[in-house]
């Protein structure tokens, strides 16, 4: 079990940017994945960029050239850097961890892309 607080979140301009950033209970050097997700008002939830433990990344193709994840083991924290952003990226952003099969997510922060 890990527990995930997330800061960061707000309201921005199109073609704005934000930074949001992810503080773990625990040590994440020996997750088996951490990243964000999202999810939009009447929409399923959808991965957004994540680190396996393989150390790949992975990035959802809306997002490729704008957002970029990154992480600090020494002080155990993920946090995905926000530019140009665009109306259609306005959602809740959830920190997420994987251990082995089981799946832990914060509360959500709320980003807002609106003029």
């Known amino acids: 079990q890990v527990q995930l607080v997330e800061s960061g979140g707000g309201l921005v301009q199109p073609g704005g940017s934000l930074r949001l950033s992810c503080a773990a209970s625990r040590n994440i050097f020996s997750l088996d994945a951490m990243g964000w997700y999202r999810q939009a008002p009447g929409k399923q939830r959808e991965l957004v960029a994540t680190?396996?433990?393989?150390?790949?990344?992975n990035y959802a193709d809306s997002v490729k050239g704008r957002f970029t994840i990154s992480k600090d083991d020494a002080k155990n924290t993920v946090s995905l850097q926000m530019n140009s952003l665009k109306p259609q990226d306005t959602a809740i952003y959830y920190c997420y961890a994987r251990v082995a099969t089981r799946h832990n997510w914060g509360q959500g922060t709320q980003v807002t892309v609106s003029s």
């Open positions: 680190y396996e433990s393989d150390r790949r990344t």
